[in-house]
């Protein structure tokens, strides 16, 4: 077992036209390399274990009971998580602009790398989720360069920071360990992640905050290491139906969130404070995708009940469309598919364009559905935004909090 320890390194920038002139001072700063994992959970208190227990019971429940919606629910569930860790990271995208890059594969940078997000959060679950297959070094990098294509692929080779002004590690609030030690450590959470047994909560809660400690990768870092959490989870079977949206509750309260990240920095590191708090986390998380469950289904049901008026006010008939029909079997994926064209329309549900363009504008002027249009005035997609508000958690809930020194 290797401990942690500090490593003093020296600092001399290279470039330092345009900087400030405490940004262009050499100097001496510690970089704080955490304790290898080994394969054993630690022994913790018996409040954060009791805390840990119950938040693996909630969650559980949760999953239970979102049961066969699950399917539906997952691919929401998982954009929602993404937007809001990307928004712990300050890139603030919105719900429909994401949907809408996701679709046509188009948008501003922010919304692109948020739908990048998506997809390696999706690929982290399926790809990762068996509990026979190993984790390796090469994993998490896959994982990483997927969150940050552009990147080169690998784990850096130079010193990073957190916080401060972003031009010296002499004003950071965080300096993770020597390139030299990146290597090292990360095979070490690999290790970690595949073969350490005990409560899948306190595991995740362990790999997340130590990943975010090492802070193996240039960029990507805080998404990677939230992806981890959802493969832990699903790898011990906690959750089988959809993933907990803990980014979203991570994102309500960021301020409390790298604090409790900075207390597993601490010397000795504070390990139950940042487990009662992780599994405080993921209690709200769970609460959260059961009330968005509920909301979704009470939406299917209010949208249904106006669709049915709707047709009665115009003397459309059947008034009550037969369960085949293409205006119905939109309206049932609405949640998992907010964002529509008649292309994705007649393809998802095997029908005509035609039957496509006749459901998508029932819809639109019964005012379930928008219509996009470019810059020069043709439309490009259909939105639902009463299913897109409800992954709007972060915006709702975060009354304007922002943390710049986010990580990365």
Not at 65 to 91: C, F, K, M, Q, V
Request: with cysteine.
């Amino acid at each position: 077992m290797v401990m942690a320890s500090f490593v003093e390194r020296v600092w001399q920038p290279e470039r330092t036209h345009g900087l400030s002139r405490k940004d262009r001072l050499p100097g001496r700063y510690q970089a704080y390399v955490p304790d290898e994992l080994g394969t054993h959970l630690p022994t913790l208190s018996p409040e954060a274990q009791q805390a840990a227990e119950e938040a693996l019971v909630v969650l559980v429940r949760a999953d239970e009971r979102i049961g066969r919606r699950g399917a539906d629910l997952n691919h929401l569930l998982i954009r929602s998580e993404s937007i809001s860790s990307s928004w712990i990271e300050g890139n603030r995208v919105s719900p429909k602009r994401l949907a809408i890059a996701e679709l046509l594969n188009e948008g501003t940078r922010q919304a692109l790398d948020v739908v990048a997000t998506v997809h390696a959060t999706e690929n982290a679950i399926a790809d990762l989720a068996d509990p026979t297959r190993p984790i390796t070094t090469e994993d998490l990098i896959d994982l990483q360069h997927i969150i940050e294509p552009r990147l080169p692929r690998g784990l850096r080779t130079e010193q990073n920071w957190v916080g401060g002004s972003g031009w010296s590690p002499l004003r950071a609030d965080f300096i993770p360990p020597p390139e030299t030690e990146v290597a090292r450590l990360v095979e070490d959470l690999a290790h970690f992640i595949t073969e350490t047994e005990g409560n899948p909560a306190v595991r995740a809660a362990i790999a997340h905050a130590q990943c975010e400690t090492i802070h193996p990768f240039i960029d990507g870092n805080g998404r990677t290491g939230r992806a981890i959490i959802h493969t832990i989870l699903r790898r011990a079977d906690a959750v089988r139906n959809s993933p907990i949206p803990i980014s979203t509750v991570f994102a309500s309260h960021t301020a409390n969130y790298l604090a409790g990240l900075s207390s597993y920095r601490e010397q000795p590191p504070a390990l139950d404070d940042w487990v009662i708090a992780f599994s405080g986390a993921v209690e709200a998380a769970a609460r959260y995708a059961i009330e968005l469950a509920e909301d979704i289904e009470l939406l299917d049901a209010e949208i249904f009940e106006r669709l049915v008026a709707f047709r009665n006010h115009r003397g459309t008939r059947p008034a009550i469309p037969r369960s085949d029909a293409a205006v119905r079997r939109i309206l049932h994926t609405l949640a998992s598919h907010p964002v529509v064209t008649v292309g994705s329309v007649s393809s998802r549900l095997a029908i005509s364009e035609q039957a496509a363009h006749r459901a998508l504008t029932e819809l639109a002027e019964l005012g379930v559905l928008r219509r996009t249009k470019n810059q020069r005035g043709r439309l490009i997609c259909w939105t639902a935004d009463e299913y897109l508000e409800l992954v709007a958690f972060p915006q709702r809930n975060r009354d304007g909090e922002r943390s710049g020194n986010s990580p990365s």
